[in-house]
C-alpha cells in the first residue's frame, strides 16, 4: 500500500476512493492532500482561499462529492455545508436565518430590487436589506431551496453576498472606499485639466485663434472626460442597469442618462466641429457625485459600525482548562475554558471556578464592573478583572448575547416603519417624474432654444435627483438604533421608536423593576407544629422550582433543618401556578406557597382566613389546605423609580403600578412613587386584561421582568423586559434594558423623540430642496455643475444631521 499506486488512497474532501493515476492535490493544514476529481480540487481549493480550512478541522463527516462548476459558483456551494453554516445560520422555528453582508448597494431602489427578485425564490420565508449598515437579514426553508442558490440569486442581480462577518466587511468596506478614491483621483485630474481648457474657450482667451486651434481643445477635453465616463463613472452605469434590467427606477438611472447624453452630443459636436460642449460638466458632475458618496458612505458607515464593532470584542482565540488553544468560535457547549486577568471572555458560560469582577459596559453602559462569583453567568465579549476563573461553556458563538444584540439591532432596522417604506416609494415615483419632466424640458427648450436644450436638461436630471430622500429615515433609525445600543437598550422590533412617541400611557411591575429585585426576608409567622427553620427550609426546597427575586430570598434556608432530618427530603410533581404560586407534593401531603387564596384553595374557612389575615404578609405556605407559615418581605425601592415617575407625569404620562402582589408593601411603595394608579394582586390574565381595558385611544408602555409578566409584555402597544428578568419576559418585549437602570428609558423616549424630529427635518430638507430646485432647472437658471453640489450637498446635510443622533445627550 503506497503512495505512487493511489489505490488505497481516498479523497481528503469527500472520502471516495482516488482513482489511480489521479494527481488532483490541495495543501491543507500544511499537508498535501489527495483528491479524486477536479470537482473536488476546486471546492478544497475555494475553501482554503476563502479562509474556511478550519472546516476542515471540526468537520464530523466527508464533504459529498464535488461537481465541477463555474468558478463564480463554487465559493457559494460552500455555504451549504452544515458545518460550515454553524458559524453563521441560525435555526428558527422551521427556517434558518442569516445576515448578509452586501456589496454594491447604493440606494433605496437596490435594496427594493433584492427584496423583490428574492422573494420569487422558491423557500424564501423573508428578506429585509439595510441600505444604511448595506446588510439584509435572510429567512429561508433549507427544504425547498439552498443557500448558495439564493446567493446566486443576489449576484445575477449584479450584487455580492456572503454571510456576515465584522472583519470581511470590514475589509469590504476599505476595498469599495479604495476603489471610490481611485475613481476619484481619476475625475479629479480630469476636471482640473478639462476646466482650465473651458475657461479659456469660455472667456475667449484664445479668441483671435483659428478654428482649427479652439477644435484641437476640445479633442483634449475629450481625451481627459474619456476616462472620467468610463471608468470614475462606472458605479452609475451599473445601478441603472440592475434597475432597467428590473424594470424598477433607481437614483442612478437618471444620473446615468444626463451624462450619456452630455458625452454622445459633445461627441457628435467634436467630431463634426460645430455646437456646444460639456466635457466639463460631466468631469466635474462626476467628480462632486463621486465625492458626496464617499463622503456619504464614510457617514453611514460611522453610523452602522457600532453593533459590528461588538463582534470584535469577542477574542479570536481561547484556552481550554487543558492549556491548549483553540480558535474562540468552534467552542461547544460544555467546554471549559480558563480566563486570565484582563483577558477578553470568549463564550457565554457559568462560572465553575473562582471570583472575579467583569467588566461589562460594552453590553450594559454600565462603568462599574460588577462581582461575579461561581455559579453566576457571564458573556462573550466583557472583560475578566483582577480574578483567575474558569468557565463553562452554555452557549455557542451564533446564539450568544452578543451575538442576539447585533443581530437583534439588525432585524430593528431592517424593520421599516411607515414613514420610511413611504419615503422608498415616494422616491421610485419621484424618479419616474424627473424622466417625464426632463423630457418635457428638452423638447421645451429644443423648440425655442435648441443650443441650451441639452444642458438644461443636464441640469434638472441632477438637480432634482431624490437621493437625499432615500437616505433621509434609514439613516436617522440607524443612528438612534446605535445610540441605544450604547445606552443598554437593546431593540427587537422595529416599531420602537415610533411608539415611544406617542404613549400616553405607563403600566409597570413593582417588583424587580421599581424595587430592586433583591427581596429580603425579614418576619417569620408560625401557625402549625413546625419550627421556624423547618418552615423556611420547606419554603425554600418549593421555591427552588421558582425564577423569581422572591424565590432568591428562600435560597440560604435550602437543607438547613437540623431538627427534623425528613424536612430535607424534596418535593415531587411541583408545578409553578404563574401569578399565584407553588405547589408539589411531599409524602403524600399537599404543599402550596404563594398568595393566601391560592395556598387556602380548598380550605373550607378560607374565605374567614382570608379577611382575618394580616396583609403585611406578601407569602404563605400550607400543607394540605391548612396554613403553615407566613413570610414578610422587604424589597428596597430602586434609586432611580422616583425619577422615572416624576418625569413621565412630567410629560403629560400617566403611571400605573400593576402588580400581582396584593400586600400593604404594594399600597406603600405606590404611596412613595406617588403613581396615578394602582392595581395589586392581579393575576398574569388580569393585567392582559387591565391592559386592554384601557380606552383605545391610550397607547401604552409595559415594563416587567418576570414570568408572569410575558402575556402582557407581549400584548402591550409597547414593552420594556427589565435585563435581570428572566428569559420568557425578555422574548415577549419589544424592548430589553440590559443596564437595569429605569432611568435610560426615559432618554430612549427622549432620543426617540429627536430621531421623530430629524426625520421629520430630514424629509422637509429633502422634499423642500427639490420643490425649489425643480423649476429653477427646468427654467434654465441652475448650470449643470450647479446641480451636480446642489444634489451632493443636499444628501451629505441629510446624513450628517442624522449623525447628530449618535450624540444620544446632545
Known amino acids: 500500500m503506497t503512495k505512487e499506486t493511489n489505490r488505497f488512497i481516498d479523497c481528503y474532501h469527500c472520502g471516495d476512493p482516488v482513482p489511480q493515476g489521479c494527481h488532483y492535490k ?65 435555526d428558527v422555528e422551521n427556517s434558518k436565518e442569516v445576515c448578509l453582508s452586501l456589496d454594491g448597494v447604493s440606494c433605496a431602489a437596490c435594496a427594493w430590487l433584492i427584496e423583490k427578485q428574492l422573494m420569487r425564490e422558491s423557500g424564501v420565508v423573508s ?85 482649427e486651434f479652439r477644435n484641437y481643445l476640445r479633442w483634449v477635453s475629450l481625451i481627459f472626460a474619456t476616462p472620467v ?49 460639456f466635457f466639463e460638466s ?59 486577568p484582563g483577558d477578553s471572555l470568549p463564550a457565554d458560560g457559568e462560572i465553575l471556578e473562582g471570583e472575579t469582577t467583569i467588566d461589562e459596559s460594552m453590553l450594559t453602559g454600565e462603568p462599574m464592573p460588577v462581582p461575579r462569583r461561581v455559579g453566576e453567568q457571564i458573556f462573550a465579549g466583557t472583560i475578566n478583572g483582577e480574578g483567575n476563573i474558569t468557565l463553562k461553556v452554555m452557549k455557542e458563538r451564533q446564539n450568544s448575547l452578543i451575538s442576539n444584540i447585533v443581530r437583534l439591532q439588525d432585524e430593528a432596522q431592517m424593520s421599516k416603519p411607515k414613514v420610511a417604506v413611504m419615503a422608498d416609494v415616494v422616491a421610485r415615483y419621484f424618479v419616474a417624474g424627473i424622466l417625464i419632466i426632463a423630457a418635457g424640458t428638452w423638447l421645451y427648450w429644443h423648440q425655442y432654444q435648441p443650443d441650451d ?32 445600543g450604547r445606552l443598554g437598550i437593546l431593540l427587537r422590533r422595529g416599531h420602537v421608536l415610533e411608539t415611544l412617541c406617542k404613549i400616553n400611557q405607563l403600566v409597570i411591575d413593582k417588583t424587580g423593576t421599581l424595587t430592586e429585585g433583591n427581596v429580603r426576608l425579614v418576619d417569620t409567622q408560625l401557625f402549625g407544629k413546625f419550627t421556624q427553620l423547618q418552615a423556611l427550609s420547606f419554603a425554600a426546597e418549593l421555591e427552588k422550582f421558582a425564577n423569581h427575586p422572591i424565590a432568591k430570598a428562600f435560597a440560604a434556608y435550602r437543607g438547613r433543618s ?108 405606590a404611596d412613595k412613587l406617588q403613581v396615578n394608579k394602582l392595581v395589586s394582586g392581579v393575576t398574569p390574565e388580569g393585567k392582559l386584561a387591565y391592559l386592554r381595558s384601557l380606552e383605545t385611544t391610550d397607547v401604552a408602555l409595559m415594563i416587567g421582568d418576570g414570568v408572569n409578566d410575558a402575556p402582557v409584555l407581549a400584548g402591550a402597544h409597547l414593552s420594556v423586559a427589565m435585563g435581570g428578568g428572566t428569559d420568557v419576559a425578555k422574548s415577549s418585549a419589544d424592548m ?34 427639490n420643490l425649489v430646485i425643480l423649476p429653477l432647472a427646468v427654467a434654465g437658471f441652475v448650470a449643470p455643475y450647479i446641480a451636480v453640489v446642489g444634489m451632493s450637498a443636499s444628501s451629505i446635510i441629510v446624513v450628517s444631521n442624522s449623525l447628530r443622533l449618535l450624540k444620544e445627550n446632545g
Open 127 to 211: 428578506i429585509r436589506v439595510n441600505t444604511t449598515t448595506h446588510r439584509a437579514l435572510l429567512k429561508w426553508d433549507p427544504v425547498k431551496a439552498k443557500l448558495s442558490h439564493l446567493l446566486s440569486a443576489i449576484h445575477k442581480l449584479g450584487y455580492k453576498a456572503a454571510p456576515f462577518e465584522a472583519d470581511a466587511q470590514e475589509q469590504q468596506y476599505h476595498n469599495a472606499m479604495k476603489q471610490y478614491l481611485y475613481r476619484l483621483g481619476v475625475a479629479g485630474i480630469a476636471t482640473m485639466q478639462v476646466m482650465m481648457l473651458a475657461v479659456a474657450l469660455y472667456f475667449e482667451v484664445f479668441g483671435d485663434l483659428d478654428t
Open 736 to 769: 430589553v434594558l440590559l443596564g437595569d437602570q429605569l432611568s435610560r428609558i426615559l432618554r430612549a423616549r427622549q432620543l426617540a423623540l429627536r430621531t421623530k424630529k430629524i426625520i421629520r427635518e430630514n424629509l422637509l430638507w429633502a422634499l423642500g430642496y
Open 282 to 340: 460631466i468631469s466635474m458632475f462626476t467628480f462632486f457625485l463621486l465625492l458626496g458618496r464617499f463622503l456619504e458612505m464614510r457617514a453611514r458607515r460611522h453610523a452602522a459600525a457600532a453593533s459590528a464593532n461588538l463582534l470584535k470584542l469577542v477574542p479570536a482565540m481561547a484556552t481550554l482548562k487543558d492549556g491548549s488553544q483553540v480558535a474562540a468560535k468552534t467552542l461547544k457547549i460544555g467546554d471549559v475554558v480558563t480566563i486570565l
Open 26 to 90: 490541495v495543501e491543507i493544514l500544511g499537508k498535501m492532500r489527495d483528491m479524486c476529481c477536479p470537482g473536488c480540487e476546486a471546492v478544497a481549493t475555494t475553501i482554503v482561499e476563502s479562509g474556511l480550512t478550519s472546516y476542515y478541522e471540526y468537520r464530523t463527516a466527508p464533504a459529498e462529492k464535488a461537481e465541477l462548476v463555474p468558478q463564480k459558483l463554487k465559493s457559494l456551494l460552500l455555504y451549504d455545508h452544515e458545518e460550515v453554516q454553524q458559524e453563521f445560520v441560525r
Open 229 to 277: 465616463l468610463l471608468y470614475s463613472a462606472f458605479p452609475f452605469y451599473m445601478n441603472a442597469w440592475r434597475n432597467i434590467t428590473a424594470r424598477t427606477l433607481g437614483m442612478d438611472v437618471p444620473v446615468s442618462i444626463a451624462l450619456l447624453f452630455a458625452y454622445v452630443a459633445s461627441l457628435y459636436a467634436t467630431v463634426m466641429a460645430k455646437g456646444e460642449v
Open 562 to 669: 437540623i431538627e427534623d432530618e425528613d424536612t430535607r427530603y424534596g418535593f415531587e410533581s411541583v408545578e409553578n401556578v404563574i401569578g399565584c404560586g407553588l405547589k408539589g407534593q411531599r409524602n403524600r401531603q399537599e404543599w402550596r406557597i404563594g398568595q393566601l387564596p391560592f395556598v387556602l384553595e380548598n380550605n373550607p374557612d378560607a374565605e374567614v382566613l382570608i379577611n382575618s389575615a394580616d396583609n403585611s404578609y406578601q407569602v404563605w405556605m400550607s400543607c394540605d389546605c391548612q396554613l403553615v407559615a407566613a413570610f414578610r418581605l422587604d424589597d428596597p425601592i430602586r434609586h432611580d423609580s422616583v425619577e422615572l415617575v416624576q418625569q413621565f407625569q412630567a410629560a403629560g404620562i400617566q403611571v400605573t403600578m400593576l402588580t400581582g402582589d396584593n400586600s400593604i408593601s404594594a399600597q406603600t411603595v
Open 453 to 484: 436644450a441639452l444642458w438644461i436638461t443636464l441640469a434638472v436630471l441632477v438637480a432634482t435627483c431624490p437621493c437625499a430622500l432615500s437616505l433621509a429615515t434609514p439613516t436617522a433609525l440607524t443612528c438612534s438604533t446605535s445610540s441605544l
